[in-house]
Nanobody
Framework: QVHVVESGGGLVQAGGSLRLSCAASGLTFGNYAMGWFRQAPGKEREFVAAISWNGGTTNYADPVKGRFTISKDNAKNTLYLQMNSLKPEDTAVYYC???????????????????WGQGTQVTVSS
């Protein structure tokens, strides 16, 4: 059974940094694309970043380009999201997700992801 578990969220001042982690189990992590999404109160879940199965392709939402970096460590079965220059509008619950099938590209559409974590809260104060 596939499980993905996020960690690393917290409270940070604007301009600060956080690194989120997502530990995956039950799948051959090195063969899977992964994605990060977020959901702010009263808003729909939105795409943040994604990485292809081999790490060769990454995609970012426009609001986070140049500030966030997605990466995966296949030896540790872990996905990361390095978040720099954080803004209050980055406040949200952040989720990691994996698609149903291996050898996928870096999907932006959340409906193409099948396995989701419980999320980790990121709060950026002004």
């Amino acid at each position: 059974q596939v499980h993905v578990v996020e960690s690393g969220g917290g409270l940070v001042q604007a301009g600060g940094s956080l690194r989120l982690s997502c530990a995956a189990s039950g799948l051959t992590f090195g063969n899977y694309a992964m994605g990060w999404f977020r959901q702010a109160p009263g808003k729909e879940r939105e795409f943040v970043a994604a990485i292809s199965w081999n790490g060769g392709t990454t995609n970012y939402a426009d609001p986070v380009k140049g500030r966030f970096t997605i990466s995966k460590d296949n030896a540790k079965n872990t996905l990361y999201l390095q978040m720099n220059s954080l803004k209050p509008e980055d406040t949200a619950v952040y989720y990691c997700a994996a698609p149903r099938y291996s050898y996928s590209t870096a999907f932006l559409n959340p409906s193409l992801y099948h396995y989701w974590g419980q999320g980790t809260q990121v709060t950026v104060s002004s």
